[in-house]
């Protein structure tokens, strides 16, 4: 039994695949490289002042609820897309996007979102005046 040759056209046609296939392989173990380096958590820290007024602060990415004298922080992305939240009707904090609500505990009280909002790390320090939240990037 004899191998036929491939047609001239058989062949350009393979070679064609293989011009594509190589930048399509590269690109794509550029990507994953990309995702092995970025894939640790970055955090870095926001500064507020700390102040006794306001039951509800929008901040950069941060939604900052006092409680007495005690602070919640929230991160301001939604987690049904990831719109930033910066108003609240009543005691609900609202997406502009799509409507989700949350409440003051960062539950969803109605969707889209499935998921309650994160909840950052948040210090108080006194003598500076200020409130440091970490923030995962």
Known sequence: MSAEKPSRRQFFKKALHLFWLAP??????????????????RERTVELPLESGEAVRFAEEVILIRVGNDYRAFSAACTHMGCRIQRMEGEELVCPCHGSRFNMSGEVLRGPAERPLARLRCEADERAGVLRITVRA
């Open 24 to 41: 399509a392989a590269w690109l794509l173990s550029g990507l994953v490289r990309r995702t092995e380096e970025t894939g640790e958590i």
